[in-house]
């Protein structure tokens, strides 16, 4: 017995002993990857569109983490306080001999938005004024594409590429007759006339009320992307809404002929300008290249100032609990009660990217802005969408600034409750219930609710619609009787909202950066993000249980945590209960 615990420790330890020898060598490999490399003259700075822009950039995995660092692979998303604070910073930089962007724009979630493409977009024009210049060569170009990169001097198209300018349309399935067909019945409770969310649910068609927001709304988003283009390449705005309307693709000729683009070729024709920035000789690779993210990574941070300007960013669905990668009520209720409390912090900026969620973590949230407003500067900066519960948690900000193809408005608030008890009936199954009140079933898939049940849940959804309507009316300083006008869930455009005192300034993360520190009366300041991503080795041992400052001593003190951690490992998970039933203001 004894001659077995002796194996089976040493087995343990040796299973210790090799995770440790692992955690090591992949932390020299990423902390080697990570120091950033010195900017060499005749830099070219290079900006990749095919990565995502967030606002904020996801926290990396265990699993992705180790990954990353055997294969080598680069980061699938990048900051947009990266890429605009890189762009303007290399408009003044010596070193940095140009700008050339590459790749198709590619949405994922809520990365790559109108708003925050056009914050991309005003970044590239700062370079540019700085007679640097900017140079793109695209294999085909759709709307959001030409938006950004109709700004470059040279803009060259493939010879067999297609530029796509259409339009903009918003495609709604509709479920009334399927779920008939399979037994699927949907009650709803809601206010807002406006309020489309449950209309699939309902409805086989698209009301005129839906249809009269979606027009409205898709042509102020298009007549954004018309205005910008029109302007960058010297056009009548005419000639591209003609282009929409009576062909809506063309090829890459004709995209030359109506001067979209500056010229037709592959791009060896745009690398031999490329080698000539860099110094590069012809024939060899062109190395003397940074992504915007990499010529970030490099630039002086001022931590020594004792000011500080902290940005906390809510971007996705708002849901209840705490969760660090999601916008979660107690999570982002707690980095606002930090900066609250911290008392270098002088100002914050609130940056919403998200279409609403629960209506109780919205307040949670809402209410530490409330607080903090109190204390110190807060300003909201509204991303791709800030509509519905996203505008509910912007309504108290000192002030708020939109885009002007920023999502927002949407008050509203509605409950969807399905019952499958038709279609499990017909499957031969009988469902049947035991219960102490006659209520206690109500959430239950079985059965629909009665009258009397869904008479106390609207009962909730006016209260809580009325509630929206208090809040924004004392948080915007408005009439009430002006807001439920504007209100009855209809999202406008950042535009829009801007002329009905929904916004007050159209304008990016900068701008709302700028007028916080502005309004906190700093010269000098550090920004701090609350929710910025450690390195890729300090984000590991986070993942390992092992809180240790790396860049001090990474090997100090880490065999008794992991130890822990992997003596944790045999714990029992707790159980994350939520409400089965919360109204959704989205």
């Known amino acids: 017995m004894k001659s077995f615990l002796k194996t089976v420790f040493a087995s343990f330890t040796g299973m210790i002993l090799v995770l440790l020898l692992l955690a090591v060598l992949i932390g020299v490999m990423l902390t080697a990857k990570e120091t950033p490399q010195p900017i060499e ?53 010596d070193r940095i001999s140009g700008l ?21 977009r005003k970044a590239i ?6 007679g640097k210049p900017v140079i793109t060569w695209q294999e085909g170009l759709d709307e959001a594409t030409l938006y950004v990169v109709s700004t470059a001097d040279r803009l060259v198209l493939n010879p067999l590429g297609l530029l796509e300018f259409n339009g903009f349309a918003s495609e709604v399935p509709y479920f009334r007759s399927a779920f008939e067909k399979y037994g699927i019945d949907v009650q709803v409770s809601r206010v807002g006339k406006y309020k489309s969310a449950v209309e699939p649910f309902l409805l086989d068609h698209m009301s005129e009320e839906n249809r009269e927001q979606l027009d409205t709304l898709l042509n102020d988003l298009f007549d954004e992307v018309v205005a910008a283009v029109a302007k960058s390449r010297n056009l009548p705005v005419s000639s591209l809404h003609e282009l929409a309307q009576k062909e809506a693709v063309v090829e890459a000729d004709q995209a030359l002929k109506r001067g979209l683009v500056t010229a037709v070729g592959y791009y060896d024709v745009v690398r031999e300008k490329l080698e000539a920035l860099t110094g590069t000789e012809a024939g060899k690779a062109i190395e003397n290249q940074k992504s915007v993210s990499d010529y970030f990574a490099t630039l002086t941070k001022d931590d020594k100032a004792k000011d ?7 971007e996705g669905d708002i849901i209840s609990g705490s969760d660090k990668d ?57 991303g791709a969408v800030a509509a519905s519960g996203g505008y509910w948690i912007s309504a108290y900000g000192d002030e708020i600034y939109a885009e002007p193809n920023t999502i927002t408005g949407s008050i509203g608030v509605f409950g969807l409750f399905l019952n499958v008890q038709k279609l499990v009936n017909e499957l031969g199954v009988k469902v049947e219930v035991a219960r102490t009140a006659p209520a206690a079933d109500v959430f239950s898939l079985f059965r629909p609710k ?39 869930g209809r999202v406008w455009s950042g535009k829009r909202a801007l002329e009905l005192g929904l916004v007050d300034k159209l304008g990016g993360l900068e701008d709302a950066m700028a007028s916080a520190a502005k309004r906190a009366n700093l010269d000098s300041y550090a920004v701090e993000e609350y929710q910025k991503e450690g390195t890729l080795l300090e984000e590991l041992m986070k993942e390992m249980g092992m809180e240790v400052q790396l860049r001090q001593n990474p090997l100090v003190d880490t065999t008794w945590k992991q130890v822990q951690y992997l003596l944790s490992l045999t714990d029992a998970k707790g159980i994350y ?10």
């Open 450 to 488: 009665t009258p009397q049940e869904m008479e106390i849940i609207q009962k909730f959804i006016d209260h809580i619609y009325a509630e929206f309507l208090d809040k924004v009316a004392e948080g915007r300083k408005l009439d009430r009787a002006a807001v439920h006008e504007i209100a009855q």
């Open 308 to 314: 500080k300007l902290a940005v906390i960013y809510a």
């Open 100 to 120: 050339y962007i590459k790749g198709n724009v590619v949405r994922d979630g809520y990365a790559s938005g109108w708003a925050a493409l056009k914050e991309v």
């Open 41 to 93: 003259d005749k830099t070219l700075l290079t900006l990749n569109l095919g990565v995502p822009i967030v606002d904020r950039q996801p926290r990396q995995k265990f699993a992705s983490v180790i990954r990353g660092a055997l294969q080598d692979r680069k980061s699938d998303r990048q900051s947009l306080r990266a890429v605009v604070t890189a762009l303007r910073k290399a408009a003044k930089d």
């Open 577 to 586: 209960a939520r409400m089965p039933y919360d109204l959704i203001i989205h």
């Open 326 to 382: 999601q916008v979660s009520g107690d999570y982002i209720a707690s980095l606002l009660r930090k900066a609250r409390t911290d008392d270098d912090v002088k100002a914050v900026v609130l940056r919403v990217n998200s279409p609403g969620g629960s209506a109780s973590a919205s307040d949670i949230i809402q209410r530490e802005t409330i607080l903090l407003a109190k204390k110190k500067p807060l300003v909201i900066s509204m």
């Open 125 to 130: 024009e700062a370079f540019k004024a700085s």
